[in-house]
């Protein structure tokens, strides 16, 4: 059973929190946060917080890929009902990261090796389009904001903050989106993050580390304006988060 189970959700709901370690499939030690969870502070929904908690754990790869989520379980680490954690597994499900069957409950969704290939290929091709309308429509201020968040994420790495990395992953490549001005390609991108998110959880913390000078490479072929240079490095930049060959 996990001894720490409330991870980091400050940036979102102003949740008051304290560090700890967390066991991840295969035994892995990952660093997560316990809330406290001030609910008549948040003036949140208790599914919303609890659907934020369960889509941090699992795409920080604290959950493997395929482990089952069993609601009583996890009723009794984040001190809610059942009635919460269902819905919020349903949400999950929804959005394509938890798989519900019938007699088997919820688990974390698998991707066969083909449906991980056809995901990282879409992927790659949006954030290569993504990249490359960036460094047409970039200006000064939307440029500070991206090296704002490469230096956090420069700092949080050093900390060896994975769950944090994670978080701070999504806002450089939504701030890049931000930057691309396109909200269309946004909608479509932001479906695939959470699930190809999940195919690059398990790689730690020297390839989080190399996913940083990665987005380095990129922010500053979007500063020279180098569409074309921030497009291939965009692309690679996910087959290699997924390891995988860009050719296969």
């Not at 990952?30 to 949140?44: F, Q, W």
């Not at 991980?116 to 904001?145: C, F, G, M, W, Y």
């Not at 490095?233 to 050719?247: E, F, G, I, S």
Request: charge should be neutral.
């Amino acid at each position: 059973m996990r001894h720490v189970a409330r991870l980091r959700l400050d940036s979102v709901f102003g949740i008051q929190e304290k560090d700890g370690f967390a066991r991840g499939g295969a035994g892995r030690q990952i660093r997560c946060t316990v809330m406290n969870i001030p609910l008549g502070a948040s003036h949140e929904p208790l599914t919303k917080l609890v659907t934020a908690t369960l889509r941090e754990r699992i795409l920080n790869g604290e959950f493997a890929l395929g482990e089952r989520l069993v609601e009583g379980r996890l009723s009794e680490e984040l001190g809610v009902s059942r009635m919460p954690v269902r819905e919020a597994l349903r949400e999950l499900a929804a959005e394509g990261i938890v798989t519900i069957e019938p007699r088997r409950g919820a688990s974390v969704t698998t991707y066969s090796d083909e449906q991980k290939r056809e995901l990282i290929e879409v992927r790659a091709t949006l954030e290569s389009l993504n990249a490359k309308l960036a460094a047409r429509r970039h200006d000064p201020a939307q440029i500070a904001e991206l090296q704002a968040i490469l230096d956090e994420g420069a700092r949080l790495m050093a900390e060896e903050n994975p769950a944090a990395v994670v978080r701070q992953n999504f806002r450089f490549h939504e701030a890049l989106g931000r930057v691309a001005g396109n909200t269309v390609l946004q909608d479509i991108i932001g479906s695939l993050r959470d699930r190809t998110a999940m195919l690059f959880a398990p790689h730690g913390v020297p390839r989080a580390r190399q996913n940083w000078q990665e987005h380095a490479a990129i922010l500053r072929a979007v500063i020279e304006g180098d569409g074309e240079l921030a497009a291939l490095l965009a692309a690679r930049h996910v087959y290699n988060a997924a390891q995988m060959p860009q050719d296969a």
